[in-house]
């Protein structure tokens, strides 16, 4: 796995706010090129082109990006040209060349949702991803396109392990979580997602939740029972705490996850 270059967060939080001003939209060119701009003053060891290359190759590199999206333009030029043939075929009542233009169809609208599931897949764990959260559950306005509950989950002191055993380290415990928590779970109503770093979220039916918190609560006591081997038989201890809010249609998932993120926050503290 490609080891990406960071920056100091407060860094690049003060150039955004530098760069940003009064304004209060952000662009991805945004968030670009303020990463290129900190990550120039602090590595400070080529000119600022190059180091720009590098970074968007980075950028192309998570999850094949680019090819991904030129893959998938493909297939849906090749659905519309395929769908005209169809109505052509009808249109002259040409039944061998509407039987060759629907397995077409068939092939590459399979091909496409294998795509999607690329996309939508984090590529360290195997689970969903914030794209699929956006464009799957969320409207254009990100509010919930339908009603709910979300838990919260956060590995214990991730830093602290990162810090002490390095982050291919950590990268294996992340790993090695989202299968134990995959494997625990089984259910087929709940949705898990990573969302950031060591912070996922699962998503399942309001009546689906208290059956959620009782294996969430004997999953957490598994993992405080046991110690785990990782790289570099590394032995760690591994564990997570994790809260519930229930939201409706319509509701914003920036209020419904920093409300959930609060009470997370004060769980951790008195943990």
């Known amino acids: 796995m490609m080891d990406y270059l960071t920056v100091s967060k407060p860094a690049f939080l003060e150039a955004l706010n530098k760069r940003l001003g009064n304004s209060e939209t952000v662009t991805i060119v945004d968030l670009f090129e303020t990463y290129v701009d900190v990550a120039s003053a602090e590595i400070d060891m080529l000119p600022k082109n190059d180091l720009k290359g590098m970074i968007f190759k980075q950028f192309k590199h998570y999850s094949d990006f680019d090819a991904t999206v030129m893959e998938s333009a493909k297939a849906i030029t090749a659905v519309k040209d395929t769908t ?14 509407l039987k060759h233009a629907y397995n ?10 294998e795509l999607e599931e690329e996309m939508f897949r984090d590529e360290q764990t195997g689970l969903l991803n914030r794209k699929y959260l956006f464009a799957n559950k969320l409207q254009a306005n990100y509010l919930f396109k339908s009603s709910g509950a979300m838990f919260v989950l956060s590995v214990s002191d991730f830093e602290t392990l990162n810090a002490q055993y390095g982050h291919k380290t950590g990268d294996s415990i992340i790993a090695l979580f989202a299968k134990t928590m995959t494997k625990n779970i089984n259910d087929a109503n709940v949705e898990f997602i990573r969302y950031t770093g060591n912070n996922f979220i699962l998503l399942t039916p309001e009546a689906n939740a208290s059956a959620l918190v009782k294996k969430l609560k ?5 993992f405080r029972a046991k110690k785990f081997k990782v790289l570099h038989h590394d032995i ?16 914003s998932f920036d209020t419904v996850l920093n ?13």
């Open 259 to 271: 409300k959930a993120k609060k009470q997370l926050d004060a769980v951790m503290t008195h943990s």
């Open 104 to 113: 077409e169809l068939k092939k590459y609208q399979k091909r496409i949702g």
């Open 218 to 222: 004997a999953i957490q006591a598994f």
């Open 84 to 97: 005209e043939n169809v109505i052509m075929a009808i249109d002259r009542k040409d039944t061998v060349s």
């Open 236 to 251: 760690v201890q591994i564990g997570f705490e994790f809260t519930q809010y229930n939201y409706a249609k319509d509701d």
